[in-house]
């Protein structure tokens, strides 16, 4: 019997874990009753009941598993960590929110089984807030345009991943990983499905400017090198600038000596210009250098503080270790 692994990050969830558990347990007994299957949810130091409630899902059910974080690592790590924790044939990471919709995961497996090492789920629509919306599908356009690798446009992480790039993962050891462009860039043979983002379903979004601006950058500065090369381009073009206007102003001068007067405008403008510049370019490279800087040093993606079930095995895997066990002693 093939195993599914449903990963579910969360953070402050104490509204949405129970009733997500739910929904996943029925899908599985009514849609997917061929497999078997473990829900593992990795909570990112929730500050409010998340915890109280998982351990209790935990205790009746042993498929359910939890890993507790120490700190909370951020949004792209944890995720990521989880997914890396996963024993199923195929892993489907989850949002634990709703806004990834349970009922497709049916439609990843039917993929899966078609052969597709990787199913993505991409955004069409979405319910969330209408300029949000707009303001990724320009980031993601932006981001794809300027990488020097394939990137999938709307592509928030769901979709089901086989064992075998869910070993790539393992071995990539990306301290500092972002999911969304290592499919596009490493993945195997994958295929696309559409569907329409929900509102969240309880509670309120944990993302807000800088966790945003945050997820830009990483992907700006882990697939892409225009950064660099328009720094580059940029002080070129405004050096040739200087100079040819330097020429002139030293020309008029000395053709009209008493009656060209410079001023202090030209000078306090290019000033400001070239200051701006330079400030701009810095605060880049600044970027591109902290990213190398988290991957020289090459820290673990969490310190777990705990975990349940994962030394338990399910009834039918204990079923199957019996029976090995029996055939053992023959």
């Not at 347990?25 to 009753?33: N, R, S, T, V």
């Not at 806004?99 to 995961?105: A, H």
Request: net charge neutral.
């Amino acid at each position: 019997m093939k195993k599914i692994s449903i990963m579910v990050p969360c953070y402050n969830e104490e509204e949405n874990v129970e009733p997500l558990s739910k929904a996943i347990i029925e899908m599985f007994a009514k849609d997917l009753p061929q497999y078997d299957y473990e829900i593992v949810f990795i909570d990112n130091d929730s500050s409010d009941t998340t915890r109280v409630r998982l351990r209790r899902l935990c205790e009746g059910n042993l498929r359910i598993k939890a890993i507790f974080n120490a700190k909370n690592f951020g949004q792209f790590n944890s995720p990521y960590y989880g997914i890396l924790q996963t024993t199923g044939d195929c892993t489907i990471p989850v949002c634990a929110d709703f806004q990834d919709p349970i009922e497709m995961i049916p439609e990843l497996v039917h993929k899966w089984e078609e052969g597709y090492k990787i199913v993505c789920a991409v955004k069409t629509r979405s319910k969330e807030n209408p300029v949000m919306y707009w303001l990724r599908s320009v980031y993601y356009r932006t981001i794809k345009k300027m990488s020097s690798t394939e990137q999938i446009e709307q592509f928030t992480g769901f979709g089901l991943y086989d064992r075998s790039f869910v070993q790539v993962l393992r071995d990539l050891k990306d301290p500092i990983p972002f999911i969304r462009g290592i499919v596009g860039e490493l993945g195997y043979k994958r295929t696309e499905i559409e569907y329409e983002q929900p509102q969240r379903r309880a509670g309120k979004t944990h993302n807000n400017f800088y966790t945003l601006y945050d997820a830009a950058m990483l992907s700006f500065t882990s697939y892409t090198k225009i950064g660099l090369r328009l720094a580059t381009f940029i002080g070129a073009v405004t050096a040739v600038i200087s100079v040819i206007i330097a020429i002139v102003y030293l020309v008029l001068k000395l053709l009209y000596w008493n009656r060209f007067s410079a001023g202090m405008a030209p000078l306090v403008i290019l000033v400001c210009i070239f200051g701006s510049l330079i400030l701009i370019f810095l605060g880049l490279m600044g970027e591109y250098i902290l990213s190398i800087n988290q991957r020289v040093m090459n820290r673990p993606l969490v310190i777990e503080e705990e975990r349940l079930n994962f030394d338990i095995g399910t009834p039918q895997e204990e079923e199957m270790a019996k029976e090995n066990t029996d055939v053992h002693n023959r």
